[in-house]
T-cell receptor, first 112, second 113 residues
Framework: DAGITQSPRHKVTETGTPVTLRCHQTENHRYMYWYRQDPGHGLRLIHYSYGVKDTDKGEVSDGYSVSRSKTEDFLLTLESATSSQTSVYFC???????????FGSGTRLTVV | DQQVKQNSPSLSVQEGRISILNCDYTNSMFDYFLWYKKYPAEGPTFLISISSIKDKNEDGRFTVFLNKSAKHLSLHIVPSQPGDSAVYFCAASGNFGNEKLTFGTGTRLTIIP
């Protein structure tokens, strides 16, 4: 267990409001990822980080920004939430060699 | 462009029988493949992996087969148990797992008691 905590677990927000999701890890992993899961699309990479203050875009990064000021925390921000961003968001860290990623339990976000 | 495809959104199998989940990929640079299992309200968890230097990897009831020429992999579960009911994602990576994972769309497996 990589000790990954996502908060909040559930959130309902209104269109146009900013939202920040938090991912916290306790095992000093260098790489962290944000994915969203949607029916028919599987898991799609939003942004990832390869160290403090080092981040890069994934395949569905439009409308999202991230920050990583400490090794243990990776924040995902929706600057102005839209209904198309209703989804389940997963944070992941690189697990042991050969295990790919270890995922958090997810945040279910609903934008109304 | 979906580089990793799982063409069966769902699959139902009788308890005790074999479950076969399929995955196709298009990127010839992928050389490391993984299967993840996901229960509702939980994050995906690692199940089994295979490197392109092998064509089969086995772990208990789970076996993954890789056909590089066809760019196809499959996950076999024998015998299937009710606890295997979940969504299964295949994932692929380059550089023997050192690059970002690309996931398929998932297959929901239901084991019928």
């Amino acid at each position: 267990d990589a000790g990954i905590t996502q908060s909040p677990r559930h959130k309902v927000t209104e269109t146009g409001t900013p939202v920040t999701l938090r991912c916290h890890q306790t095992e000093n992993h260098r790489y962290m990822y944000w994915y969203r899961q949607d029916p028919g699309h599987g898991l799609r990479l939003i942004h990832y980080s390869y160290g403090v203050k080092d981040t890069d875009k994934g395949e569905v990064s439009d409308g999202y920004s991230v920050s990583r000021s400490k090794t243990e925390d990776f924040l995902l921000t929706l600057e102005s939430a839209t209904s198309s961003q209703t989804s389940v968001y997963f944070c992941a860290v690189t697990g042991g060699k050969g295990y790919g990623y270890t995922f958090g339990s997810g945040t279910r976000l609903t934008v109304v | 462009d979906q580089q990793v495809k799982q063409n069966s959104p769902s699959l139902s199998v009788q308890e005790g029988r074999i479950s076969i989940l399929n995955c196709d990929y298009t990127n010839s640079m992928f050389d490391y493949f993984l299967w993840y299992k996901k229960y509702p309200a939980e994050g995906p968890t690692f199940l089994i992996s295979i490197s392109s230097i092998k064509d089969k990897n086995e772990d208990g009831r789970f076996t993954v087969f890789l056909n590089k020429s066809a760019k196809h992999l499959s996950l076999h579960i024998v015998p299937s148990q009710p606890g295997d009911s979940a969504v299964y994602f295949c994932a692929a990576s380059g550089n023997f797992g050192n690059e970002k994972l690309t996931f398929g769309t998932g297959t929901r497996l239901t084991i019928i008691p």
